[in-house]
């Protein structure tokens, strides 16, 4: 049997916190919608004591979401708490989320209390916020640097407290797959809880890289919730690559798990995101890049023409991508240059090919890339000469 993996996406929040790439009520509703089309489980939808406006705009987006669970992001504190139950009160799948750090550095530097005091004050933030509703998740912030006795006391009382769901974050993009993946196996063997129905979940930062592969490490050890955004938003570095993910469990670990994303909305959303944010996807960025289906090399043009799979893993329409593309470049070849020629209605014998073929080097060693408008003026060109 196959596990569902749920994918929390938080876009909208932790995205939203890239300097510059604040949204306005109206961009985030309609980021909403589309993540709902998407086929998320969850969406955290922002962080409503931060600002009146974060409150209205998640006060919308849980009036118009439907499919999927709105979550609101609250600090483990009363006012905090008490806010975010109201800006989703009107939710058809209302979850609160809230935190408290439980790193030693965090708490002696940051919090500045003890261990104990801390263990109360998670008591007290899940304790209340179950007051309000039974869809309550946990976060033990910078859980990759904290002391591992420590942590599963913490986790534990915060199950005890009610929380459905624990979600451990990366905070600073520390952690390496082997001793992530380790941490979530462990912790699993210790709280049989996260056999049952507490839901595993883990929130990875990409300061050096890892975001993706420490969530898959975490989902193969045991942790059953993976927090991503589109294009790998976030703060610093960003955080684990929603598309990422997706597409490695259905690319990779389809035999063991599944997720429920409709993946041919995947380029799409992270078009508007791009769009609405302001922040232009690298174009060698993994499923979602401009150059992610694009072949340029004169052997793998060549393979790709004859069949698909010879240089591609992906169906460029499971992602909803406009397809493969040849570039044609100074390092293309014959095969490449002739099925293009080809699309555009020119139809050469090999031996005809090989004059326009020179030409054709000539004018891609000057230019960077053949555009089909430049393959039109060279035929003419090569057939005017010949004449
Ligand atoms: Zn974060």
Redesign the pocket.
Same mark, same amino acid.
């Given at each position: 049997m196959k596990d569902k993996v749920y994918i929390f996406d +938080?876009t909208l929040r932790?995205g939203e916190q890239v300097p510059g790439a604040k949204l306005v009520t109206d961009e985030k509703i309609a980021l909403a919608k589309q993540l709902e089309l998407l086929g998320v489980d969850i969406m955290e939808a922002g962080f409503p004591i931060s600002s009146p406006e974060d409150f209205n705009a998640v006060r919308k987006i849980a009036n118009t979401v439907k499919k999927s669970t709105v979550c609101a992001l609250a600090r483990g504190l009363d006012e905090d708490i008490d806010v975010a139950a109201r800006s989703i009160e009107n939710a058809a799948a209302p979850r609160i989320h809230t935190f408290i750090s439980v790193s030693d550095i965090h708490i002696e530097n940051q919090m500045r209390k003890t261990r104990d005091e801390v263990l109360k004050m998670v008591d007290r933030a899940v304790s209340r916020a179950k007051s309000y509703l039974d869809n309550v998740e946990f976060s033990p912030m910078d859980a990759s640097r904290a002391d591992f006795e420590y942590l599963v006391k913490f986790t534990q009382v915060a199950i005890d407290a009610g929380a459905t769901t624990i979600n451990l974050?990366d +905070?600073v993009g520390y952690a390496l797959p082997e001793e992530w993946g380790f941490m979530i196996k462990s912790l699993v063997e210790r709280i049989p809880a996260f056999k049952n129905d507490v839901v595993l979940s883990m =929130?990875t =930062?990409n300061d050096l890289g890892l975001a993706t592969a420490n969530a898959l490490a975490g989902v193969v050890n045991g942790a059953r919730q993976v927090e991503c955004t589109l294009n790998g938003v976030?703060?610093r570095a960003g955080?684990c690559s929603l598309e990422e993910v997706v597409m490695t469990i259905k690319m990779r670990y389809q035999d063991r798990f599944y997720t429920q994303i409709n993946t041919k909305e995947i380029c799409k959303t992270s078009r508007l995101v791009s769009e609405v944010m302001g922040l232009p996807v690298q174009p060698n960025k993994a499923v979602v890049g401009a150059n992610a289906f694009a072949h340029s090399s004169g052997i793998h043009q060549d393979g790709i023409i004859k069949h698909r799979d010879n240089f591609e893993i992906m169906d460029p329409d499971d992602v909803g991508a406009s397809g493969s593309a040849i570039v044609l470049t100074a390092r293309s070849g014959r095969a490449a240059l002739k099925h293009q020629l080809e699309k555009l209605g020119y139809v050469y014998e090999k031996a005809n090919l090989e004059p326009i073929y020179l030409r054709f080097l000539e004018w891609a060693d000057e230019k960077k890339q053949i555009s089909d408008d430049d393959l039109h003026a060279l035929v003419e060109n090569v057939e005017a000469i010949s004449k």
């Amino acid at each position: 049997m196959k596990d569902k993996v749920y994918i929390f996406d +938080t876009t909208l929040r932790d995205g939203e916190q890239v300097p510059g790439a604040k949204l306005v009520t109206d961009e985030k509703i309609a980021l909403a919608k589309q993540l709902e089309l998407l086929g998320v489980d969850i969406m955290e939808a922002g962080f409503p004591i931060s600002s009146p406006e974060d409150f209205n705009a998640v006060r919308k987006i849980a009036n118009t979401v439907k499919k999927s669970t709105v979550c609101a992001l609250a600090r483990g504190l009363d006012e905090d708490i008490d806010v975010a139950a109201r800006s989703i009160e009107n939710a058809a799948a209302p979850r609160i989320h809230t935190f408290i750090s439980v790193s030693d550095i965090h708490i002696e530097n940051q919090m500045r209390k003890t261990r104990d005091e801390v263990l109360k004050m998670v008591d007290r933030a899940v304790s209340r916020a179950k007051s309000y509703l039974d869809n309550v998740e946990f976060s033990p912030m910078d859980a990759s640097r904290a002391d591992f006795e420590y942590l599963v006391k913490f986790t534990q009382v915060a199950i005890d407290a009610g929380a459905t769901t624990i979600n451990l974050p990366d +905070t600073v993009g520390y952690a390496l797959p082997e001793e992530w993946g380790f941490m979530i196996k462990s912790l699993v063997e210790r709280i049989p809880a996260f056999k049952n129905d507490v839901v595993l979940s883990m =929130h990875t =930062h990409n300061d050096l890289g890892l975001a993706t592969a420490n969530a898959l490490a975490g989902v193969v050890n045991g942790a059953r919730q993976v927090e991503c955004t589109l294009n790998g938003v976030g703060e610093r570095a960003g955080n684990c690559s929603l598309e990422e993910v997706v597409m490695t469990i259905k690319m990779r670990y389809q035999d063991r798990f599944y997720t429920q994303i409709n993946t041919k909305e995947i380029c799409k959303t992270s078009r508007l995101v791009s769009e609405v944010m302001g922040l232009p996807v690298q174009p060698n960025k993994a499923v979602v890049g401009a150059n992610a289906f694009a072949h340029s090399s004169g052997i793998h043009q060549d393979g790709i023409i004859k069949h698909r799979d010879n240089f591609e893993i992906m169906d460029p329409d499971d992602v909803g991508a406009s397809g493969s593309a040849i570039v044609l470049t100074a390092r293309s070849g014959r095969a490449a240059l002739k099925h293009q020629l080809e699309k555009l209605g020119y139809v050469y014998e090999k031996a005809n090919l090989e004059p326009i073929y020179l030409r054709f080097l000539e004018w891609a060693d000057e230019k960077k890339q053949i555009s089909d408008d430049d393959l039109h003026a060279l035929v003419e060109n090569v057939e005017a000469i010949s004449k």
